[in-house]
């Protein structure tokens, strides 16, 4: 069973800034897409971030020019930066590798809030 760890999550104020991270296993890392997905209360979840094996990145129009996704191949883990928090943010983030030949991959999830 491949297991993708994510850590990082808690509380913040609006403005600030937060950064999870997510551990994959090699065999998964070194080829698939890695991405951060997120899922707000009563609403259904949305894609946040892709990032490629070659490092090419997607992402939301919500969080361009705030959020930063990176890839460190030598530790097999996929991050997210995030900053400029606002309380539509608030969700829980969830860690996702995917291919297109074989089901995707999630994390348990780690909670987000943005809140004064």
């Known amino acids: 069973q491949v297991q993708l760890v994510e850590s990082g999550g808690g509380v913040v104020q609006p403005g600030g800034s937060l950064t999870l991270s997510c551990a994959a296993p090699r065999r998964i890392f070194s080829i698939y897409t890695m991405g951060w997905y997120r899922q707000a209360p009563g609403k259904q979840r949305e894609l946040v971030a892709t990032?490629?094996?070659?490092?090419?990145?997607t992402y939301a129009d919500s969080v361009k020019g705030r959020f930063a996704i990176s890839r460190d191949n030598a530790k097999n883990t996929v991050d997210l930066q995030m900053n400029s928090l606002k309380p539509e943010d608030t969700a829980v983030y969830y860690c996702?590798?995917?291919?297109?030949?074989?089901?995707?991959?999630w994390g348990q999830g780690t909670q987000v809030t943005v809140s004064s």
């Open positions: 990032i490629t094996s070659r490092g090419f990145t």
């Open positions: 996702n590798a995917h291919i297109a030949v074989n089901p995707d991959f």
